[in-house]
């Protein structure tokens, strides 16, 4: 569980820590560039989900949110011993989400700061969570085709 708890608590400190930094440095609306119109920080506050959805559900996305960090956490405590990339995953999901989740909480809204240009506003939390499920998918696919290998014996390479 190690590896689960490290990734969540990690990703947890770093999007809190740089959420924090933004909005001690930045003004809301304020955008500098980084790579002048490829990457910028633009500090917004977003009372939505992705892409401003459903903006002021903050009750709603509370509630999801702590639907989701329980069903990672029941699902990394079910995970037998070895299963390293889907540990690593949920921990993302899990420290992406409570730190949202915290921002929600605290100021009935999300922080975002990471800003390319051609896709809307975000944060490390975010990119944890949409890098856990994408880790996610791959560790039970790779998984799943293993496990079909092993089935149809050995020289099986379908």
Do not use: C
Not at 59 to 65: C, E, H, N, R, S
Not at 77 to 101: D, Q, W, Y
């Amino acid at each position: 569980m190690l590896p689960f708890w490290l990734t969540a608590l990690v990703t947890l400190v770093l999007d809190q820590a740089s959420k924090e930094l933004v909005q001690r440095l930045m003004w809301e609306g304020q955008s500098v560039p980084v790579i002048p119109y490829i990457f910028h920080l633009t500090y917004i506050r977003n009372p939505g989900a992705a892409f401003g959805l459903f903006a002021y559900r903050t009750g709603f996305f509370i509630a999801v949110t702590l639907l989701v960090v329980a069903g990672a956490l029941v699902a990394a405590l079910r995970l037998s011993p070895g299963r390293h990339m889907l540990r690593l995953s949920l921990g993302l999901v899990m420290g992406g989400a409570l730190g949202n989740l915290i921002d929600r909480v605290r100021f009935g809204l999300v922080v975002d700061f990471l800003d390319f240009r051609v896709w809307p506003v975000f944060n490390l939390a975010d990119m944890a969570i949409v890098i856990g499920a994408f880790l996610l998918v791959f560790a039970v696919w790779r998984e799943d085709r293993e496990r079909e290998r092993e089935r149809m014996g050995p020289g099986a390479e379908n």
